[in-house]
């Protein structure tokens, strides 16, 4: 047992037991929920080096990748047995598309999420100008597939000027 003070968290990337198992996920919140697996973690002690079928090279949390109990894309394949556990920035393949409907041109944004992953969108007017907030949402309520779910949002194309966007999708 570990005695931590009332007033203390405990953050950790990984801990492992003599026998070389990893316990970073079991010990979660243990303690009075004092201790804090912070999964996204990947450091000096903390970390592997994973190879997608792309031949990208990713390092990732040990704990995270290597997890039975976490299926962190929401593909149905728990993390130790899929060789593309997170959804990576280059994923989410972010199109953005005009089309036409009855209320006039519109801009269609889409990308690839995952299920119950909050999803951010921004914009802005310049290149230099700051990132506003044109929505966020939770994709709940979808069906897990390989390779995240595309869902989109539309919004009337600007008739002056040009606008930028930025996805932002953190997973759940």
């Known amino acids: 047992t570990v005695e931590i003070d009332p007033n203390m968290r405990v953050y950790y990337a990984d801990a492992v037991e003599s026998n070389g198992v990893s316990v970073a996920v079991r010990i979660n919140g243990a303690n009075g929920g004092r201790f804090c697996w912070v999964q996204d973690f990947a450091?000096?002690?903390?970390?592997?080096?994973?190879?997608?079928?792309?031949g990208g090279t990713n390092t990732l949390n040990v704990a995270m990748v290597t997890s039975p109990d976490h299926d962190r894309d929401s593909d149905t394949t728990e993390n130790r047995n899929?060789?593309?556990?997170?959804?990576?920035?280059q994923d989410i393949a972010v199109k953005v598309e005009p089309e036409t409907g009855p209320?006039?041109?519109?801009?269609?944004?889409?990308?690839?999420?995952?299920?119950?992953?909050?999803?951010h969108v921004y914009y802005r007017d310049s290149l230099s100008g700051p990132w506003l907030p044109l929505t966020n949402f939770i994709s709940s309520g979808l069906m897990p597939q390989p390779g995240g779910v595309r869902v989109s949002i539309t919004e009337p194309?600007?008739?002056?000027g040009a606008r930028y966007y930025r996805v932002r999708v953190d997973a759940p």
């Not at 450091?43 to 592997?48: D, K, V, Y």
């Not at 194309?157 to 002056?160: K, N, S």
């Open 157 to 160: 194309v600007r008739t002056t």
């Open 43 to 54: 450091g000096f002690f903390s970390s592997t080096n994973l190879i997608y079928p792309d």
């Open 82 to 89: 899929d060789p593309t556990p997170l959804l990576r920035p």
């Open 103 to 119: 209320s006039g041109p519109r801009v269609r944004i889409s990308w690839r999420t995952t299920v119950n992953a909050a999803n």
